[in-house]
């Protein structure tokens, strides 16, 4: 008899634990249209924006993850927790109904995205009464998702992408050539592409020059003056491009734009003379690769004058 009871406590108790343990997570979905995140951004330890998860469920649970939580708000019907960027799990603790180990999430959190969470409290039997012991979420916290919507009413729906906030690039860029060094400026916005606006110089003006030369400094006519040594090499180029997201944090940018080169030789009478072999000027091009490392950005390209002059630059930046 002994036995029977303790066989039926024990049971009994299982069954409770069983119980308390079968809450679950009934969707996880991203909010393209709430711009919470967006507007009100809560930044981590290193300065970047957090994605907001709005947890729909009991008040009562508590929230962990390996990058940790950045923030919780309490608000009617909902909790808000802010997440790091590129948070993939998250843990779900409730002091009656158990533990929720490392829920992962379908792809890591972006940064100023707003996602819904919603939780469903365990199912209990109902009571001789009809009463159901746990409370009940409004209806309006269960509607479906695009991916359900097409079950219900049959006609297949292709997936929502999330649209990415714009971000601002600015970077700082120096150039290595044959005539020596230069420094530039890029400026941008981008969501998975983009659009971007460049500016180099290496701040030399050039001379009135009187008379053109070859490479080796003869004249049209044959002729050759008497040079001193010096020369004035004065280059810009301006330019205007598109940049790409590739994976992850890695860019591609490209654009066209306008560029100068001037070469000139000093005379020993003191006037200048435009090396035209040396000179360059017209359409301008470049190209590069850009990565991304959570607000900071570098990069490295190339850029050309007609293809008749090259110079290789380094860029680093910031991004926000």
Not at 183 to 204: D, I, K
Request: with cysteine; net charge positive; aromatic share 10%.
């Amino acid at each position: 008899m002994k036995k029977t009871i303790i066989c039926i406590l024990l049971s009994l108790m299982s069954g409770l634990a069983a119980v308390a343990q079968q809450f679950t997570v009934e969707r996880f979905r991203p909010l393209p249209n709430d711009i919470t995140a967006y507007m009100q951004p809560v930044k981590d330890l290193n300065g970047e924006a957090c994605a907001l998860v709005k947890v729909v469920g009991d008040k009562d649970f508590v929230f962990s993850s390996p990058l940790g939580i950045v923030k919780r708000v309490d608000e009617v019907g909902e909790t808000w927790i802010y997440l790091p960027h590129g948070t993939r799990l998250l843990t779900l603790k409730h002091p009656r109904w158990g533990v929720l180990r490392n829920y992962r999430f379908p792809s890591p959190l972006e940064s100023r995205l707003t996602y819904e969470l919603v939780v469903l409290p365990p199912v209990q039997p109902v009571s001789a009464e009809g009463s159901i012991p746990f409370p009940r979420l409004h209806p309006a916290g269960f509607l479906p998702a695009p991916h359900d919507r097409a079950a219900v009413s049959g006609v297949p729906l292709r997936p929502r992408r999330i649209r990415e906030p714009w971000r601002w690039v600015g970077l700082l860029h120096a150039g290595i050539g044959s005539g020596g060094s230069s420094f530039g400026l890029r400026l941008g916005a981008m969501r998975r592409h983009g659009v971007y606006v460049y500016g180099q110089s290496n701040f030399a003006s050039a001379p009135s020059t009187q008379g053109e030369c070859d490479e080796q400094g003869f004249f049209p006519d044959g002729s050759q003056p008497y040079y001193t040594g010096r020369t004035s090499d004065a280059r810009y180029l301006l330019a205007a491009g598109c940049m790409h997201r590739l994976i992850s944090g890695l860019h591609l940018y490209e654009g066209i734009g306008y560029g100068s080169r001037q070469v000139a030789w000093e005379t020993s009478e003191g006037t200048y003379i435009l090396n035209t072999d040396y000179s360059a000027q017209g359409l301008a091009a470049e190209a590069g690769l850009m990565w991304r490392w959570r607000m900071l950005m570098a990069s490295a390209g190339a850029s050309t004058i007609r293809g008749q002059w090259w110079e290789f630059n380094i860029g680093l930046g910031i991004t926000f």
